[in-house]
């Protein structure tokens, strides 16, 4: 049970899956919309500045955050697939 949630005022409003490496410390994902709502989800997959919003990243196994993940300026590396850094946890010692 891999991925993880988009997470946008305290609402699950998407899903990353199917991870595919791109560059040094870039990695795509599928989106999965989770969101009702028609424009979020137009946004979700269309949009590069909705992806510099300040989003959550929960990781969907363990549930905790990836406190330095982020999207590239220029998010989209495919129709629906966004291009991720810094998804994964850590863990304190």
Not at 39 to 48: A, G, I, S, V, W
Request: charged share 25%; glycine share 6%.
């Amino acid at each position: 049970m891999g991925g993880w949630y988009v997470e946008h005022n305290g609402r699950r409003i998407a899903a990353l899956a199917e991870p595919q490496w791109e560059d040094m410390f870039w990695v795509s994902y599928a989106i999965e919309p989770l969101t009702e709502d028609a424009e979020e989800r137009r946004q979700l997959l269309e949009t590069d500045a909705f992806w510099l919003t300040e989003f959550v990243y929960r990781s969907k196994q363990f549930g905790e955050v990836a406190d330095n993940a982020m999207p590239a300026l220029h998010p989209f590396i495919s129709p629906g697939r966004v291009n991720m850094r810094g998804l994964y946890l850590t863990i304190d010692t």
